[in-house]
């Protein structure tokens, strides 16, 4: 996977993280409602983890069989009506995720400029 597939990548789960993020919040009050969450960079760092880096060829790298980012609920303590939405959690999780995508649009802007500077000089 090169570079810009995967940033845009992290983007969008960044993105669906948010939406989750956000979805488990006005579900707080909801009775037996699961809070969900994406799982991505443990699927990416396995993902690395399985790249035989002495490969010859771009194409004969192996990606390990990984499915990619997938949605699961969040298996924590429960309230007495079945929700186990924890909306400190969930504010603290929407923080962290701001700067995650801030990071990664910081890395893309990045490669942009580089482009820009070997296309125009």
């Known amino acids: 996977m090169d570079t810009y597939n995967l ?3 992290a983007m969008d789960v960044s993105q669906t993280r948010s939406e989750l993020i956000s979805n488990n919040i006005a579900n707080v009050n ?5 809070a969900k969450r994406i799982v991505f960079e443990s699927q990416l760092s396995q ?7 002495t490969e010859t060829h771009k194409n004969h790298m192996q ?16 309230q007495k009506n079945g929700n186990n ?15 995650y995508y801030s990071a990664i649009t910081s890395q893309l802007n990045g490669r ?6 070997v296309i125009n000089h």
């Not at 990606?63 to 429960?78: A, L, Q, V």
């Open 7 to 9: 940033l845009k990548t």
């Open 47 to 53: 993902a690395m983890d399985n790249l035989n880096l």
């Open 63 to 78: 990606t390990g069989g990984t499915s990619g980012p997938y949605i699961t609920s969040r298996n924590t303590g429960f």
């Open 30 to 34: 909801t009775p037996n409602y699961k």
């Open 112 to 117: 942009y400029k580089m482009m820009n500077y």
């Open 85 to 99: 939405v924890d909306v400190d959690t969930e504010m603290v999780n929407q923080a962290q995720n701001g700067l």
